[in-house]
């Protein structure tokens, strides 16, 4: 079965800095991989998605991610982090049907 | 882009009353939607997936009595959560994808209180 690991519960990073958002998977196939992010209250905002192809994934809001198969990974990055973009990140990996989401991510910004 | 809408986003009720819970796709035909449930700063739990016209397929712990799922259409999925208990309460969220196959959208989630 799948599974995600997110190993970092709270990152604070001060705004304008750069940003590292770690995530690795467990699945036996070529997964399908996905970063959302959810603001408190709120449902979940897709940010980028892998499938195939290129192994570096431009998103929304100027992150992008790097697939890595090598390392079971799929990190999430931005150069510059904006005030805004506090809120709660999850890796996600599906099969083709669903999604097995990891523990997600608590990004601080500090001004 | 693929929409999906979901109501109501909170709703407060008596223990031992039953709430149901919209999921609707606006803008393409969902042909699968699934059923999240999220406690507080904690990650997302699937429960039950469904596929319109069919009976919807439970993950292991959930009580498919106690969760009734319907979809009956294309375009809508519904959660009624039956004889609701304090324990019940959690926030809800519904994804859908259709169209583009490998897409998941979801919805903005519901926060069911039961007091």
């Known amino acids: 079965a799948q599974s995600v690991t997110q190993p970092d519960i709270h990152i604070t990073v001060s705004e304008g800095a750069s940003l590292e958002l770690r995530c690795n998977y467990s699945?036996?196939?070529?997964?399908?991989l996905f970063w959302y992010v959810q603001s408190p209250g709120q449902g979940l905002q897709l940010l980028l998605k892998?499938?195939?192809?290129?192994?570096l994934v431009q998103g929304i809001k100027g992150f992008e991610a790097e697939f890595k198969r090598s390392q079971s990974s799929f990190n999430l990055r931005k150069p510059s982090v904006h005030w805004s973009d506090a809120a709660e990140y999850f890796c996600?990996?599906?099969?083709?049907?669903?999604?097995?989401f990891g523990a997600g991510t608590i990004l601080r910004v500090k001004s | 882009g693929a929409v999906v809408s979901q109501h109501p986003s909170w709703v407060i009720c008596k223990s031992g009353t039953s709430v149901k819970i919209e999921c609707r796709s606006l803008?393409?035909?969902?042909?699968?939607m699934f059923w999240y449930r999220q406690f507080p700063k904690q990650s997302l739990m699937l429960m039950a997936t469904s596929n319109e016209g069919s009976k919807a397929t439970y993950e292991q712990g959930v009580e498919k009595d106690k969760f009734l799922i319907n979809h009956a259409s294309l375009t809508l999925s519904t959660l009624t959560v039956t004889s609701a208990h304090p324990e019940d309460s959690s926030f809800y969220i519904c994804?859908?994808?259709?169209?583009?196959?490998?897409?998941?959208?979801f919805g903005s989630g519901t926060r069911l209180t039961v007091v």
């Open positions: 699945y036996g196939a070529t997964p399908y």
């Open positions: 803008d393409f035909q969902a042909t699968t």
């Open positions: 996600a990996v599906g099969d083709g049907n669903k999604l097995v």
């Open positions: 994804s859908a994808r259709g169209g583009d196959y490998y897409g998941y959208t």
């Open positions: 892998y499938f195939s192809g290129d192994t």
